[in-house]
C-alpha cells in the first residue's frame, strides 16, 4: 500500500519544478484512486520505473498547452515536439532525484523515459498496481501525477 | 578578452540553453556545449575550457566518468555538477572523482549565477 510520506515525496519532486523554474508554484487536486480502467495520459509523457523494496511506476503527464506556457515562464523560445519531450524528462528526471535522495537505496529507480500522445496508460492488470492519481494544476492548466507502487 | 573558457554539458537542450542563457559573467565565454560524456571529452579537448558544468545522468558516457577523465586531462579544471539526483552519496561520489561544487536541478538564475560566481573564485 502506498504510504503518505512516499506520496509527499512525488508531489514534492513535482510541484517543485514549477516553482523553481517558472517561479510559479503549482497546486494540487484532489487525490483519487483509479480502480477501474486505466490512468489517463496527456500528450507528453516522463515515466520513471521502480524497483527494489517497492514496485511500479511514477508518471507525470501533461497536455502540450500546459508546457508551452511553462517554456515561456522558462524563457525559452523553442516549442518544438522535442522540447516538450526534453521538458517532461526533466520533470520527471527532478522526481526521480527527489525520491533517490528520500527513500535511499532501498528504492531502485531507473532513469526516465519519455511518451507521446494521449491515451491510456497501459499498466498491466496482472500487476496489481492501483495508480494513485494527483492532479497537478498551475495557472489555467492541468496534469496528473501517477503513481503505482505495490 | 574573456578571462575563462565555460563548456556546458547535460543531455538537455533546454538546460543547455538555460545555462547558457543565465550565467551573468562577462568573463565567461561559453566555448562549447556538449550532451553527453563522449561529446563533451571532445569538446574539451578542442577547446581547453577553465570551467565545466556537467550533468550527471546522460547516454554514452555519465558525467561522472567525464569528470574523472576531465580532470585526467587538466587537474586545474573547475567542474560545477549540475543534476537532479539531489542524494548525498552521487555529491560525494562526483567530489571525489574531481567536481568541484554541486547544483541540484531544478535551480534559479540566482542559484546558478552564485555557484558558478564560487567556482570562478577557486580558479
Same mark, same amino acid.
Given at each position: 500500500?502506498?504510504?503518505?510520506?512516499?506520496?509527499?515525496?512525488? !508531489?514534492?519532486?513535482?510541484?517543485?519544478?514549477?516553482? $523553481?523554474?517558472?517561479?510559479?508554484?503549482?497546486?494540487?487536486?484532489?487525490?483519487?484512486? !483509479?480502480?477501474?480502467?486505466?490512468?489517463? *495520459?496527456?500528450?507528453?509523457?516522463?515515466?520513471?520505473?521502480?524497483?527494489?523494496?517497492?514496485?511500479?511506476?511514477?508518471?507525470?503527464?501533461?497536455?502540450?498547452?500546459?508546457?508551452?506556457?511553462?517554456? *515561456?515562464? *522558462?524563457?525559452?523560445?523553442?516549442?518544438?515536439?522535442?522540447? *516538450?519531450?526534453?521538458? !517532461?524528462?526533466?520533470?520527471?528526471?527532478?522526481?526521480?532525484?527527489?525520491?533517490?535522495?528520500?527513500?535511499?537505496?532501498?528504492?531502485?529507480?531507473? $532513469?526516465?523515459? $519519455?511518451?507521446?500522445?494521449?491515451?491510456?496508460?497501459?499498466?498491466?492488470?496482472?500487476?496489481?498496481?492501483?495508480?494513485? !492519481?494527483?492532479?497537478?494544476?498551475?495557472?489555467?492548466?492541468?496534469?496528473?501525477?501517477? $503513481?503505482?507502487?505495490? | 578578452? =574573456?578571462?575563462?573558457?565555460?563548456?556546458? +554539458?547535460?543531455? &538537455?537542450?533546454?538546460?543547455?540553453?538555460?545555462?547558457?542563457?543565465?550565467?551573468?559573467?562577462?568573463?565567461?565565454? +561559453?566555448?562549447?556545449?556538449? /550532451?553527453?560524456? +563522449?561529446?563533451?571529452?571532445?569538446?574539451?579537448?578542442?577547446?581547453?575550457?577553465?570551467?565545466?558544468?556537467?550533468?550527471?545522468?546522460?547516454?554514452?558516457?555519465? #558525467?561522472?566518468?567525464?569528470?574523472?577523465?576531465?580532470?585526467?586531462?587538466?587537474?586545474? +579544471?573547475?567542474?560545477? %555538477?549540475? &543534476?537532479?539526483?539531489?542524494?548525498? /552519496?552521487?555529491? %560525494?561520489?562526483?567530489?571525489?572523482? #574531481?567536481? =568541484?561544487?554541486?547544483?541540484?536541478?531544478?535551480?534559479?538564475?540566482?542559484?546558478? =549565477?552564485?555557484?558558478?560566481?564560487?567556482?570562478?573564485? #577557486?580558479?
Amino acid at each position: 500500500m502506498l504510504q503518505e510520506q512516499e506520496l509527499k515525496t512525488f !508531489v514534492a519532486g513535482t510541484t517543485n519544478f514549477f516553482e $523553481v523554474s517558472a517561479q510559479q508554484p503549482a497546486t494540487i487536486g484532489s487525490p483519487y484512486l !483509479v480502480t477501474k480502467g486505466k490512468p489517463g *495520459m496527456h500528450d507528453y509523457t516522463g515515466v520513471i520505473q521502480i524497483s527494489g523494496k517497492r514496485e511500479g511506476i511514477v508518471y507525470f503527464t501533461a497536455p502540450r498547452a500546459m508546457l508551452t506556457v511553462l517554456l *515561456m515562464k *522558462m524563457q525559452e523560445t523553442d516549442f518544438s515536439h522535442e522540447t *516538450m519531450k526534453d521538458l !517532461v524528462g526533466e520533470v520527471a528526471n527532478t522526481i526521480s532525484g527527489n525520491a533517490r535522495r528520500d527513500f535511499g537505496q532501498d528504492f531502485v529507480i531507473s $532513469v526516465p523515459s $519519455v511518451m507521446t500522445g494521449s491515451g491510456k496508460f497501459e499498466i498491466p492488470e496482472s500487476a496489481g498496481l492501483h495508480p494513485f !492519481v494527483i492532479p497537478i494544476n498551475w495557472r489555467s492548466h492541468s496534469a496528473k501525477l501517477v $503513481v503505482a507502487l505495490k | 578578452m =574573456n578571462a575563462f573558457k565555460l563548456l556546458i +554539458v547535460d543531455d &538537455s537542450n533546454i538546460m543547455r540553453r538555460r545555462i547558457e542563457r543565465s550565467q551573468q559573467f562577462d568573463e565567461l565565454q +561559453v566555448v562549447g556545449t556538449a /550532451a553527453n560524456g +563522449v561529446e563533451a571529452l571532445e569538446l574539451f579537448r578542442k577547446t581547453d575550457p577553465d570551467v565545466v558544468t556537467m550533468d550527471i545522468t546522460m547516454p554514452q558516457m555519465d #558525467g561522472i566518468e567525464c569528470i574523472e577523465k576531465i580532470v585526467g586531462l587538466k587537474p586545474a +579544471v573547475r567542474i560545477l %555538477v549540475i &543534476s537532479a539526483l539531489a542524494d548525498k /552519496a552521487t555529491a %560525494v561520489e562526483a567530489m571525489e572523482k #574531481g567536481a =568541484n561544487g554541486f547544483l541540484n536541478k531544478p535551480f534559479t538564475d540566482r542559484q546558478l =549565477n552564485e555557484a558558478i560566481a564560487e567556482l570562478m573564485r #577557486g580558479a
